[in-house]
């Protein structure tokens, strides 16, 4: 793939204190809960608040949104104003039956209900006031569940409707959890996952929705000391779909892997936002997605943000986004962040690259014989290939596999 684009940071700057320097700065709304909004640049500064009230109705001209069609959002953001709700009926939820796995559907006034997770934005924030219970799925102290935990969650309709689910990981507890979206719905869910202490999760969100559903889905994870969190978006269904992966650390020593993959066809709309929120010191984030679009108007974004804070010395993170025009009419845009407050860090960089076929990766393999069709097929292969065998669980990969198949006879390259 031809790259346009390509920023690496990854020693610290000469000159550089432990005070730090902002390497990128994005205009970002500002936060804080019951505080007064401040303005600046840096993506701390976001809105974030349980409080619908706190995020004004959208216009389109917000940074956060600019890029997101608001009238095909299905008025998951509420366009009416602060006292509608999203009325529709919820997804069905079922879980798959593992022993050490407890599954509840609880009130939102449990306290493990938005313990990790607050609303950063108006649909998200739409969700949790629309919201009245929550599904709990808790894997038990100690647990090493062998088989995969299947969370099927099925739309209920094209009315608007919102859904609440929290993951918890106890303490020096393995898991695998799927969350499978599939149907029809128009959709504004909160998902969070708490990771504790010398756990390891290994989550994979799939958007495999029916044609014309909308998916606005905020995904936030606290990894604490000791634990690894594995987090995989996979997108191919629906009309419009945007994620919103967050990534924060409870205490040091933590990790976060983020990836995802995304294959957008003629009118469809893909996007990714991320966040990963290095707030202690000596954690680890790597981040890669990957997307391969297709037909006219295919629409994807990635904004992938990372913040290290002043008092996260020792931090080690990479994030990167590639993307693979297949065909004329295709669109994506890709806008990575680096944002840095010490110069007492272990590496930190960013890359991203959008562009047709490698013509030298075509020379070489047609030069050896492989028709033209085949050579473009097993590069998309290649380039895909890689998130797929991230997931490590041999089931999933082998349906996106495919996917990705039915995909490149669709692009009849």
């Known amino acids: 793939m031809a790259e346009t684009m390509d920023v690496t940071e990854r020693n610290l700057i000469p000159g550089m204190g432990e005070e730090g320097e902002k390497l990128a700065v994005t ?12 303005t600046g640049g840096s993506r701390a500064d976001r809105v974030s608040s349980y409080e619908l009230a706190d995020f004004p109705v959208l216009t389109g001209r917000e940074e956060d949104w600019r890029f997101t069609p608001l ?39 449990d306290a493990r209900v938005g313990s990790v997770l607050t609303p950063d934005d108006r649909v998200s924030a739409a969700a949790w006031a629309s919201t009245s219970e929550a599904v709990v799925v808790t894997v038990a102290a100690g647990a090493e569940v062998a088989e995969p935990i299947r969370i099927e969650v099925t739309g209920a309709g094209p009315q608007a409707a919102a859904a609440h689910l929290t993951v918890i990981v106890e303490e020096n507890a393995q898991a695998d959890v799927v969350i499978r979206h599939r149907g029809s719905a128009v959709l504004a869910q909160n998902v969070e996952f708490d990771v504790r202490r010398d756990a390891r999760l290994n989550a994979v969100s799939l958007q495999a929705w029916d044609e014309g559903a909308v998916h606005v889905s905020a995904q936030q994870a606290s990894v604490a000391t000791g634990a690894h969190l594995t987090h995989v978006t996979v997108s191919h269904g629906g009309s419009l779909v945007r994620l919103t992966p967050t990534a924060r650390f409870s205490a040091e020593r933590g990790e976060a892997r983020l990836y995802g993959l995304y294959f957008a066809d003629a009118g469809q709309h893909l996007e990714s936002r991320l966040f990963v929120d290095h707030n202690q010191p000596n954690c680890v984030s790597d981040v890669l997605y990957k997307g391969a679009l297709q037909g006219a108007d295919a629409r994807t974004v990635w904004v992938g943000d990372v913040l290290i804070r002043k008092e996260a010395e020792g931090t080690d993170t990479y994030e990167k986004n590639q ?31 959008t562009g047709r076929f490698d013509e030298t990766q075509l020379f070489y393999l047609m030069a050896r014989g492989i028709p033209e069709s085949e050579a473009r097929r097993l590069i998309v292969r290649g380039f895909l290939n890689e998130i797929i065998q991230k997931i490590g669980i041999a089931d999933v990969e082998d349906e996106l596999t495919t996917v990705m198949e039915d995909e490149l006879r669709i692009a009849a390259l």
């Open 323 to 353: 993307n693979l025009l297949l065909t004329d009419g295709a669109r994506a845009d890709s806008v990575p962040n680096l944002e840095i407050e010490t110069g007492v860090i272990e590496g930190a960089g960013h890359a991203s690259a």
């Open 71 to 109: 009238k095909r959002l299905g008025g998951l953001h509420l366009p009416g104003g602060d006292d509608a709700r999203l009325t529709g009926a919820a997804p069905t939820v079922t879980v798959s039956e593992h022993e050490g796995v407890s599954v509840e559907t609880v009130s939102r006034e």
């Open 27 to 38: 205009q970002e709304a500002p936060k804080a809960a019951a505080q007064p909004r401040r």
